[in-house]
């Protein structure tokens, strides 16, 4: 028989005998083995995405060309960022709108 406790950030885990155990929190798969009170775990980290990708305040994370994350700047004050399919990335951000300045 195994218990489980999750409270807040802690897993508290006992078992009778060794048993393997899987579980999912939000969409982080893990598994492990719980025999008397020594846990082996390992975490899938394969679909999560890493906070090094980040490097900036209001940077956003979106689908790039090869549908991976991607950092996308949020640009300059009093600019915005309109679809230009010349560009690497797809977009670029200007203050001119229909040949004025914004």
């Known amino acids: ?12 885990f006992t078992a009778q005998q060794p048993k393997p155990v899987q579980i999912t929190i939000g ?3 893990l598994s492990f083995i719980v025999a008397n ?17 980040i490097n900036a ?17 949020i640009g ?3 600019y915005f960022m309109v679809v230009d399919p010349s560009q690497d990335r797809g977009y670029r951000f200007t203050n001119e709108i229909d040949g004025g300045t914004f």
């Open 37 to 53: 009170r020594n846990i082996t775990y390992n975490i899938n980290t394969e679909n999560v995405i890493s906070k090094n990708i």
């Open 57 to 73: 305040k209001g940077d956003l994370i979106v689908g790039n060309e090869a549908a991976e994350p991607s950092r996308l700047p």
């Open 76 to 78: 300059q004050p009093n």
């Open 27 to 29: 969409r982080l798969p």
């Open 1 to 12: 028989m195994i218990n489980i406790t999750v409270q807040q950030k802690e897993i508290k």
